[in-house]
């Protein structure tokens, strides 16, 4: 019974675009409340001695929640998929990549998005504490801060959830991989 309840549901603003995942527990007490309703409902019921409630989903809000979009934050993961899991010197497609600081953190370069990329273990020994210009070594592409897209932050569960892909508008999927 705790991974029924503990099990994800999306959440969506009432114009439909995603907010949040929460558990089964937390999306229960919003039905009860009268401040969500349910759109689409998960393979399972929750039994208790007076009723039986059909697990949710996806539930949206009643009511509208106006909230700045969320910014990805800065991790070796996230790095690794903005870069596609390339070194960024010389081309190379791996899973064992390092971070490395365009300008070097001694240097006085800061860990921002702009100042960091993937790069393979020989690149990064060869670059070593050293500018790509002093290294001689290109970058093929600039650092940037990606932009937060619903897909992107949202995948990893709409992977496990199937039925929530609907409520995502086609241009976030396309937009996100």
């Not at 114009?15 to 089964?24: K, R, S």
């Not at 290109?138 to 992977?159: D, G, S, V």
Request: glycine fraction near 4%; charge should be positive; charged fraction near 25%.
């Amino acid at each position: 019974m705790g991974a029924l309840v503990n099990s994800p549901v999306l959440v969506l603003n009432q114009n439909y675009e995603p907010l949040n995942v929460c558990n089964v527990r937390r999306a229960i007490v919003l039905l009860d409340k009268g401040k969500a309703e349910v759109l689409e409902h998960n393979h399972g019921f929750l039994r208790s001695f007076s009723r039986t409630i059909a697990l949710p989903s996806v539930i949206r809000l009643v009511y509208l929640i106006h909230r700045p979009r969320p910014q990805l934050r800065l991790s070796r993961k996230e790095v690794f998929a903005r870069d596609y899991y390339t070194c960024q010197y010389c081309g190379a497609k791996s899973k064992e990549l390092t971070l490395d600081h365009v300008v070097p953190r001694h240097l006085g370069g800061p860990h921002v998005w702009e100042n960091v990329v993937a790069a393979c273990k020989t690149c990064n020994h060869k670059k070593r504490n050293r500018t790509p210009e002093e290294a001689h070594m290109r970058l093929f592409q600039r650092p940037y801060r990606p932009k937060a897209n619903l897909f992107f932050i949202f995948h990893q569960h709409f992977q496990a959830q199937e039925e929530w892909l609907k409520f995502l508008p086609e241009w976030e999927r396309v937009a996100g991989f």
